[in-house]
């Protein structure tokens, strides 16, 4: 008989992956199920992005890449880290992925060795806790809860380092709870990371221009810490790119060249066409996303104000990315029809059955009182989808 490998077995099925499986597969038998519960923007690629991608078909672009991405789309990486973020990365300190979740899985396999412990925020994306523990590191979890804004501290981040620590991976502005860390914030967090140069630190800012406070604030912009710090982005979230597939690094020169060494025996050079059509994204001006941002910000005021109408539930105001992370314990040990609410994942399930609305629970990210609502929708789909979700709610008792 064939055996799985331990590994295998050990990993989690993707949370967000399941349940977008299972809302599919409801709407194959007919029903009208509205899906919140993917990370992806429902706008389409800009026209200039697709039509660089055309003009690299033409060109003839359609051969093996460079391992790190053409030399071109590196310059333009390195130029929009200078413009965006104020942070200097060479050509050679940067790596295209295929999607920026490859490019965390290739830091932490440079990295992280058997038995290292690697720090992750709670809540966290969910791929953070299973791409450490196919590396055979150890996560070491750090809650922060709804009333810091899921944001932890620099007195947290202290007390959660050992002799074992050897990583840090965290995102701003966060999935699942869209917090975003100030510069205040995370020069505090700085000050903790540069007692310990031998700590890498992921900073995931793949939602940065998805930012409704002022400024995107790297942590690599304080010179101190910039040796330690992993910048991670990519095209599929502000660009509305998630089926091109890149993501990005801007890294030391050690880690760059090592995570180019990792990608060289798994998947090599990045897509021809979606690089070319990637170049065009990083050199266009980013108020050109203004529109889409302000979209997202209505959104945002939208489903607020639902929830804020729904007795039980807390939530606070995500100041970037697409998500809600409402707390909803209020409804645990209620039920309805024989349906016993005893936790998120019953919670969603729940809705999903009685209100045809998919979500994901919050266990998934590492807190259990709470669910990820996505609002990359129509105003008129969330409307309707909380509409239903507050019927369904007040039914529980």
Partial sequence: MIELSDRLNAMEESATIAMSRKSRELKAEGKDVISLSLGEPDFNTPEFIKDAAVEAMKNNFTKYTPVPGYDDLRQAISDKFKRDNGLNYGVDQIV???????SIANVVMSIVNKGDEVIIPAPYWVSYIEIVKVSEGTSVIVNAGIESDFKITA???????????????????????????SKEELRALADVLVKYPHIVVISDEIYEHINFTSKHSSLAQFDDVYEQVVTINGVSKAWAMTGWRLGYIGAS????????KVQGQFTSGT???????AIAAMEADPAVLEDMIAAFASRRTLVLDALNTI????????EGAFYVFPDVSYFYGKSFNGVVINNGSDLCMYLLNEALVALVTGEAFGDSNCIRISYAASEETLTDAMARIKTALEKLS
């Fill in 96 to 102: 295209v992925s295929t999607g920026a979740k490859q």
């Fill in 253 to 260: 020169k050690k880690i760059a060249s090592a995570c180019s």
């Fill in 271 to 277: 897509c021809s066409i979606t690089q070319k059509a």
């Fill in 155 to 181: 007195a947290q981040l202290q007390e959660a380092i050992t002799p074992k620590t050897k990583m840090m991976i965290f995102s701003t502005p966060c999935n699942p709870t869209g917090s975003v860390y």
């Fill in 311 to 318: 007795e039980g539930v807390k939530a606070n105001v995500p």
